[in-house]
């Protein structure tokens, strides 16, 4: 492949296949209102066809460094770094080589082939929001304070995510690059737990909520309890094939959500999120009812989808009782809800303290 011109989203993947040597490139598209709505938050109200064809159109280079290369004066990392720094669609140069390898990962959603990347160079001027370069040029700032500082001001967990990974966060002497995928949950669990701690203090909701929403062969229920302890679980179920679950009672986790995954992280935030907004706090059951043909476009599907449900108004219920009647009867859910809820360690412990307090 010779010397072409493009449009970056922008978004850089960093790629952990030869960790601690990790391949490092833009993904970029060959015309501008493709780079321009190739974002999650675009992709929520698509299709699941349209969003396919699209992902399909993105092409990655990708160049090799060491881990600790973040400040190295090569020119290619210098430029990669600056268009994570920026919202702006911007026109690129690139010259790379042949057809290197497919990068297929679950995390990130994507199943591309990559190029080997010889040359970058920006042709736009860059537009760089003041509180990123700020914090960006602090290498004083512990990461996860620049992570929160710039949430605070931005509320964009997916430019965080690239500015972590592309090694723009922390004091000088920790700046690394992180593998796109681990820089995902790494944000969302911060942030999470940020806003965990911050809607401890709260009142509980008044009444049993319920929130549902469906996208690219996913239905979320989104059960909300009234309690003023936090706890958050979530159940997945593909078809007949698995049953995986994760969840936390009374504080965030401190081990990684091994069953779930990600996905745990992401669909925390967007709820931990609702919540704080309400200045209200409660018990937390995903139901996440995944179709068997499902594959994977990236954990961005939970977060937008839940998202989009935390947006909208809840059903509001007396009890429990009325929620497993109501996703029995009229969404007929999958499995009957006391398949669902028999498996929950959130209700298994409140049925418990219920217990005890009636023994006392």
Known sequence: MNKKQAFSTPFTLVYENKYPILGIGPGFYKNYIDAKTASPDKWVKKDEQTIIEQSKKQIFTIKNFKKTETLTKDVTIENIQLLSQTYKT?????????????????????????????????????????????????????????????YNKLDNVYKIQQLLSVGLLGEKQNRVFVPTKWSITAVDDIIGKKNIENIKINQEINKPELYIFQFYKNKFYIIILPYKEWAFEMIENQGDKYLDIDYEIGAPRKQYATSVGGGYYAARIEISKALEKRKKIGKVLVLRDILPEYKSPGVWVIR?????????????????????????????????????????????????????????
Do not use: C
């Open 90 to 150: 911007t026109e690129i140069e690139f010259d790379s080589g042949n057809k290197t390898k497919i990068i297929n990962d679950e995390i990130t959603g994507i199943n591309n082939y990559s190029f080997d990347l010889n040359k970058l160079k920006i042709i736009d001027n860059l537009k760089i929001p003041k509180i990123i370069d700020k914090t960006v040029n602090d290498i004083d700032l512990k990461a996860q304070e620049g992570i929160l500082n710039i």
């Open 304 to 360: 937008e989808a839940i998202k989009e449900a935390m947006n909208k108004k809840p059903l509001i219920f007396e009890d429990l009782e009325s929620i497993k009647k109501y996703l029995d009867n009229v969404e007929n859910i999958r499995h009957k809800s006391e398949w669902w809820f028999n498996k929950s360690n959130i209700l298994k412990d409140i049925k418990n303290q219920k217990r005890i307090f009636e023994y006392y």
